[in-house]
C-alpha cells in the first residue's frame, strides 16, 4: 500500500506565496504521472499540474507562470511551489500519483485559502 501526505497549506494574502509539498511513502520512480489537482467550493476537482517521467510538464491556463511543479527523488516528494497567489486559487489541493503497480493514489488534501 502507499500513502500520500501532503503538508503546506495555510492561509496568505494575495500575491503571497505558499509551496506544497506531497510526501509518497514509496519511490516516484513507481509512478508514471504525478500531478496537483484543486477543488474549490462547489467546483470539479481540477488538474493544476502535472508531471510525467518522461520529464513532460503541463499546467492550467490559470496557473502558468505562477506555479512550479517540481519533484525531489531522494525524498520522494513531489511541490506545488505557488507564487503570485489570488483569491480564485482558494481550494483543497489533492496531490496525485498514477502508477502500474498501484493505480490511482490520492493525498488528503491541504486547505489553501487566499485572502483579498
Known amino acids: 500500500q502507499v500513502q500520500l501526505v501532503e503538508s503546506g497549506g495555510g492561509l496568505v494574502q494575495a500575491g503571497g506565496s505558499l509551496r506544497l509539498s506531497c510526501a509518497a511513502s514509496k519511490s516516484l520512480f513507481d509512478f508514471n504521472v504525478m500531478g496537483w489537482y484543486r477543488q474549490a467550493p462547489g467546483k470539479r476537482r481540477e488538474l493544476v499540474a502535472g508531471?510525467?517521467?518522461?520529464?513532460?510538464?503541463n499546467y492550467a491556463d490559470s496557473v502558468k507562470g505562477r506555479f512550479t511543479i517540481s519533484r525531489d527523488n531522494i525524498k520522494n516528494t513531489v511541490y506545488l511551489q505557488m507564487n503570485s497567489l489570488k483569491p480564485e486559487d482558494t481550494a483543497v489541493y489533492y496531490c496525485?500519483?498514477?502508477?502500474?503497480?498501484?493505480?490511482?493514489?490520492w493525498g488528503q488534501g491541504t486547505q489553501v485559502t487566499v485572502s483579498s
Open positions: 508531471m510525467h517521467n518522461s520529464g513532460t510538464l
Open positions: 496525485n500519483m498514477v502508477g502500474a503497480g498501484w493505480g490511482n493514489v
